[in-house]
């Protein structure tokens, strides 16, 4: 990777994704592109194909998932499941 390489770091603000972001920046690569959820609802399709092809980064790092605490995995695991699995991208 080049330091002016486009970069799509999805899941920018979660745990992995911010420590992405931040070894990044670190590393002198600063054409990070960075979308907050209302800017890039990742469950569309028509969405993320529009903006790859608008922005057409050169990698993607895809740090993006719903999580939950203790409780939330326990009681509502099925939900994390379906919403976190590849193919349920429409």
């Not at 920018?12 to 994704?17: A, C, K, N, Q, S």
């Not at 590393?27 to 990070?32: E, I, K, R």
């Not at 960075?34 to 790859?52: G, H, I, K, P, W």
Request: proline share 2%.
């Amino acid at each position: 990777m080049n330091a002016a390489d486009s970069i799509f770091v999805a899941g920018h603000r979660g745990l992995v994704g911010s420590a992405i972001v931040r070894r990044l920046m670190s590393a002198g690569f600063s054409n990070l592109l960075l979308r907050e959820r209302s800017q890039l609802d990742l469950t569309n399709q028509a969405a993320v194909e529009a903006f790859f092809a608008h922005e057409r980064p050169r990698f993607v790092f895809l740090a993006a998932a719903k999580v939950g605490g203790i409780l939330a995995n326990d009681t509502r695991s099925a939900e994390f499941l379906r919403d976190n699995w590849p193919s349920r991208r429409t």
